[in-house]
């Protein structure tokens, strides 16, 4: 079983830039596809981005595409999502995930292609 840890969530100001990490318990986290969802009180779980497990492709939610970056690390395995020119909405909790496939597909838009979800971290912004 994989365990996701998310971490840097926080209360910023509108404008502002927040980074994200994530680490997983296993050595060969550079094998997997990972992604980042949130989700506001009251709304669906939404796609960020996702990274294939190349890292040949990055695939981002129209409301954050030029504003939010997912990166990761294949040696030490983490990734990460810098999240810049923060708005309101953008205030969420944001979990980190991870799949065990060779996918370089926009279907790592989908959560249903994610076995490994992390707890969450908190998000928020104030204007």
């Known amino acids: 079983q994989v365990q996701l840890t998310e971490t840097g969530g926080g209360l910023v100001q509108a404008g502002d830039s927040l980074r994200l990490s994530c680490t997983a318990s296993?050595?060969?986290?550079?094998?997997?596809?990972v992604g980042w969802f949130r989700q506001a009180p009251g709304k669906k779980r939404e796609f960020v981005a996702a990274?294939?497990?190349?890292?040949?492709?990055?695939y981002y939610a129209n409301s954050v595409k030029g504003r939010f970056a997912i990166s990761r690390d294949h040696y030490k395995t983490s990734v990460w999502l810098q999240m810049n020119s923060l708005k309101r909405e953008d205030a969420a909790v944001y979990y980190c995930?991870?799949?065990?496939?060779?996918?370089?597909?926009?279907?790592?838009?989908?959560?249903?292609?994610?076995?490994?979800w992390g707890q969450g971290t908190q998000v928020t912004v104030s204007s």
């Open positions: 296993v050595r060969n986290f550079g094998d997997y596809a």
């Open positions: 995930t991870a799949a065990d496939i060779m996918l370089e597909s926009e279907r790592l838009a989908s959560d249903r292609e994610y076995a490994h």
């Open positions: 990274m294939s497990w190349t890292g040949n492709n990055r």
